[in-house]
């Protein structure tokens, strides 16, 4: 059985910095990758970022490029999304999860394991 626990969100001042981990429980596959999605009240569910296990290679969407930044240590199962520079409209429940496909997936539909997610409030 795979689970995902996300933490290290909170209320921050649009400017500061969060660091979110997701701690992954259950094997590991060389063709697994995580990623980080977001839901604001009344919205879709939107990619975020997202990572290769093995590889680091890493995937963002537009609206966090050079704000945010994914990382993982497979050692400790556990992948990291540190967000600087936030704004009012990150605002959202961040939730994390995995999947297994060869190329990285801007689609929550490729992802079969999904975090209970971490709620981010950035404040005007």
């Known amino acids: 059985q795979v689970t995902l626990v996300e933490s290290g969100g909170g209320l921050v001042q649009a400017g500061g910095s969060l660091r979110l981990s997701c701690a992954f429980s259950?094997?590991?596959?060389?063709?697994?990758?995580m990623g980080w999605f977001r839901q604001a009240p009344g919205k879709e569910r939107e990619f975020v970022a997202a990572i290769r296990w093995i590889s680091g290679s890493t995937l963002y969407a537009d609206s966090v490029k050079g704000r945010f930044t994914i990382t993982r240590d497979r050692a400790k199962n556990t992948v990291y999304f540190q967000m600087d520079s936030l704004k009012p409209e990150d605002t959202a429940v961040y939730y994390c999860?995995?999947?297994?496909?060869?190329?990285?997936?801007?689609?929550?539909?490729?992802?079969?394991?999904w975090g209970q997610g971490t709620q981010v409030t950035v404040s005007s």
């Open positions: 259950g094997r590991t596959l060389s063709g697994y990758n």
């Open positions: 999860a995995g999947g297994q496909f060869v190329v990285v997936v801007p689609t929550a539909a490729a992802y079969s394991y």
